[in-house]
């Protein structure tokens, strides 16, 4: 396979292009190629074609007769394609030829998407001459150097919207404790992360530090008291190095205000827990209590 699809992810363009999702356009408006290429313009764009190594950014569905084959449902994003010259692929071809703001149908056959693109067996029920119109929107096309830059943006803007997601969350889950900490006249400590904790007996051993070894007893509970999970049912602590696993970070930030011997009840909001998934009988975005214990601490 000579054209690399990274993020893939498929967009339904039918408001963007002027097309409704399951129409067939058909061969009229068509031209075609000495290659065999079927091909329309519904509007044309500027600038150039790509270059053998470019980037095309682009929006695009692909369906036999009225039947969408891609995109999956819920992909928006727009594709980027790197481009390799490649006369002898219609795809290609096709690929080529487009411009930044292009709007354009193809046409090509099953047995040329699926065997010759694809490298990949022609799914059950399409016949090997079977049409398969492309409808493509072309948002820009891009050197590699441009391209790594606009990777770098959109990574930049995904880490920003999570940050937002976040603090939007804690802020939520911070209300809910607040609220469940004035109802049972509970009096508790803060730190910086949003973590809640009141120590209900003070240890008389070593403090832990980050990759000591520490092993925890506890009780988890969600708000209304319903118990999840607990070591003492099992009789056995949970052991596991500090700041070094897969726990969640409250845990990790809890268990280290404690000295061995000591017992606490930690309120966890979400972004200090599970978050937006969901784990088991925890649902998402699940503030949570947790009773603990420090059995012991190995340095």
Known sequence: MRISFINIAYACIGVLLGFSACSQTG???YETTSSGLKIKYLSEGEG?????????????????????????????DPIPVQ???????????????LKKGDSTHFQVSAEELFVKTFQAQIPPGIEAEAPITFQIGVEDVMSPEDFQAY?????????EDMMAQQTEQLSADSLIINDYLAENSIDAQTTDSGLRYVITEEGSGVQPSVGDSVFVHYRGKFLDGTEFDASYDRGDPLGFALGQSQLIQGWHEGIALLNK???????VPSSLAYGPQSTGPIAPNSVLIFD???VDVKQ
């Open 48 to 76: 150039t074609e790509p270059d053998s190594g470019d980037f095309i950014l682009m929006y695009m569905k692909y369906l036999k007769d009225d039947s969408l084959l891609f995109p999956p449902e819920g992909m928006t």
């Open 83 to 97: 481009f390799v010259s490649d006369t002898a692929n219609l795809v290609f071809e096709a690929f080529g030829m």
């Open 292 to 294: 603990v214990e420090l």
């Open 151 to 159: 990777q770098m943006e959109q990574m930049r803007k995904q880490q």
């Open 261 to 267: 011997g000591a017992k606490a009840t930690l309120y």
């Open 27 to 29: 061969e009229d408006g």
